[in-house]
């Protein structure tokens, strides 16, 4: 029940009237299988998956259960860290994680004159950042502090070792994150209206408050 989805997944179970032991988690699919055609291995998947309307051809989306903004994140010390809005990282050479909104908001928003590196994966494109093969990746801001705190920090060093240069506003690029289900899922009406319940009774602001960390110390990249 730890981590911003995983405590949202039990709550909407809750509310539908499973207890945690009748929870079964089985292993994560692939991002973009995910929303593949096709029959799924899951009720419903949660991994920040944004509603689209071509991803909603093949899978149900249950309403939104978060509003994601972007942020990018790069190694220390890279010029790119200087970057005060949204036109200084156009000559720089960005990746993001294929058929993501990330990769989407490099393309769509950023438009830079550096071809954009895309990868399988966030695990492929945050060691491409590591190697120095890209000055700034674009992720999710929640994706970001992780990164930066957990899985880019040298605690042998006193300098951290990855700066999130900047977010962007949701108005950039609106990112409403929904659960995804096979689709015409009897399920769908039965999870939009624990969404619903967990809203209107404060328990998703309360596992936002204890898991999300605002950004607001983070500057916004207009």
Known sequence: MEGYEGATAYAIANAMGFTPDMVDWVENTSFSLAFAPGPK??????????????????VDFSDPYFEANQAII??????????????????????????TTS?????????????????????????ALQNGQIDGL?????????MRDAQLEDFDTPDPEATIVGQFSVEAQADPVGAVLQKNSPLTPCVNQAIAQIKADGTLQAIYDAWIQSGQDIPVLQ
């Open 41 to 58: 291995l899951f009720d419903f998947h949660m991994a920040q998956v944004s509603i689209r309307p071509k991803r909603a051809l093949n």
């Open 74 to 99: 790069a190694m220390t010390p890279n010029p790119i860290t200087g970057a005060q809005n949204i036109n200084d990282l156009k000559g720089y050479k960005l990746g993001a994680q294929i058929s």
């Open 138 to 146: 674009v992720v999710d801001l929640g994706t970001a502090f992780y």
């Open 103 to 127: 990769f989407d908001f490099i393309d769509q928003v950023i438009q830079p004159s550096v071809e954009p590196a895309v990868y399988p994966n966030n695990t492929a494109a945050r060691e």
